[in-house]
């Protein structure tokens, strides 16, 4: 094991949101490899113990678990306030809870619609503001927020979702300048489909874009933001094809783009 008093986040402790599996749980190992402390928040607290023993076991860190719904209405305010009772303080905030629903706008009901923004925006807001202030005092640490390469396009067949994740990348890019010359550091991952509950939850794996795009595992996703946050990278989109495609977009013909984008989000036929 790396001895804690030489790696970069010696000191210093993570808020990862969605650490109960997928990006989540890899981002939270990136972390403590580097020796960050974690507090680790889904809603499955079994899920979560299982992730703070494995990680505090290989690499030595303090891993706190608090499950909370994010998605609850006031689900920010009452993990922070959790987590000042527990007298911990959050260097870096990784804001990685969301999900997402492929359809049509009315092929899900209001509530999951409005629970993906609650989620996927406001949550991550709610967060954000409440750590921001501390953070930029400190002159370290920072945010990484997880959007998705829907974020470069509307998403017909997945509107809400895709529009969401739009904001987070506008969001991101605001801090990010406004951080700058701080010591703070702001990114945004973009990752393209990646291997995780995601799809499942979101029923993407039925439709076009499992053909139109390759499914990453998401350790190697979550290895590239992080290591784009440590540089300060405003934007992380994982994978070439993804990097080239999010690149292709803002030369298209908007139509083109809509129509290319239902395509891919329609169900298979196969």
Same mark, same amino acid.
């Given at each position: 094991?790396?001895?804690?008093?030489?790696?970069?986040?010696?000191?210093?402790?993570?808020?990862?949101?969605?650490? %109960?599996?997928?990006?989540?749980? *890899?981002? +939270? /190992?990136?972390?403590?490899?580097?020796?960050?402390?974690?507090?680790?928040?889904?809603?499955?607290?079994?899920?979560?113990?299982?992730?703070?023993?494995?990680?505090?076991? %290989?690499?030595?860190? !303090?891993?706190?678990?608090?499950?909370?719904?994010?998605?609850?209405?006031?689900?920010?305010?009452?993990?922070?306030?959790?987590?000042?009772?527990?007298?911990?303080?959050? *260097?870096?905030?990784?804001?990685? +809870?969301?999900?997402?629903?492929?359809?049509?706008?009315? &092929?899900?009901?209001?509530?999951?619609?409005?629970?993906?923004?609650?989620?996927?925006?406001?949550?991550?807001?709610?967060?954000?503001?409440?750590?921001?202030? *501390?953070?930029?005092?400190?002159?370290?640490? $920072?945010?990484?927020?997880?959007?998705?390469?829907?974020?470069?396009?509307?998403?017909?067949?997945?509107?809400?979702?895709?529009?969401?994740?739009?904001?987070?990348?506008?969001?991101?890019?605001?801090?990010?300048?406004?951080?700058?010359?701080?010591?703070?550091?702001?990114?945004?991952?973009?990752? $393209?489909? &990646?291997?995780? $509950?995601?799809?499942?939850?979101?029923?993407?794996?039925? &439709?076009?874009? &499992?053909?139109?795009?390759?499914?990453?595992?998401?350790?190697?996703?979550? /290895? /590239?933001?992080?290591?784009?946050? @440590?540089?300060?990278?405003?934007?992380?989109?994982?994978?070439?094809?993804?990097?080239?495609?999010?690149?292709?977009?803002?030369?298209?013909?908007?139509?083109?783009?809509?129509?290319?984008?239902?395509?891919? @989000?329609?169900?298979? !036929? *196969?």
């Amino acid at each position: 094991m790396t001895p804690v008093t030489s790696r970069p986040g010696s000191g210093q402790r993570a808020l990862v949101t969605g650490a %109960s599996g997928g990006i989540g749980v *890899d981002l +939270a /190992e990136c972390y403590a490899r580097d020796g960050y402390d974690l507090i680790l928040t889904a809603r499955s607290e079994e899920a979560l113990e299982s992730v703070a023993a494995r990680l505090s076991g %290989s690499f030595g860190v !303090k891993a706190a678990v608090i499950a909370n719904d994010l998605g609850a209405i006031g689900g920010g305010k009452k993990l922070a306030d959790e987590i000042a009772k527990r007298g911990l303080s959050v *260097d870096v905030l990784v804001n990685n +809870a969301g999900f997402g629903h492929a359809g049509a706008l009315t &092929t899900a009901p209001l509530a999951t619609s409005l629970g993906m923004i609650d989620l996927n925006v406001r949550a991550l807001v709610e967060l954000t503001h409440i750590h921001w202030d *501390d953070i930029l005092k400190r002159g370290r640490g $920072g945010v990484l927020n997880v959007a998705s390469t829907a974020a470069f396009q509307p998403g017909p067949l997945m509107a809400i979702y895709y529009a969401s994740k739009a904001f987070v990348l506008s969001f991101s890019e605001a801090l990010w300048e406004e951080a700058r010359g701080t010591g703070v550091r702001v990114s945004c991952l973009c990752p $393209g489909p &990646t291997a995780s $509950g995601f799809r499942e939850r979101a029923g993407t794996g039925n &439709t076009n874009i &499992t053909k139109a795009a390759p499914v990453m595992p998401s350790m190697p996703v979550a /290895e /590239e933001g992080y290591r784009g946050w @440590q540089r300060n990278k405003r934007v992380v989109v994982t994978g070439t094809r993804n990097r080239v495609g999010a690149e292709l977009v803002r030369f298209l013909p908007r139509a083109a783009v809509l129509r290319l984008v239902r395509n891919i @989000q329609s169900p298979r !036929k *196969d």
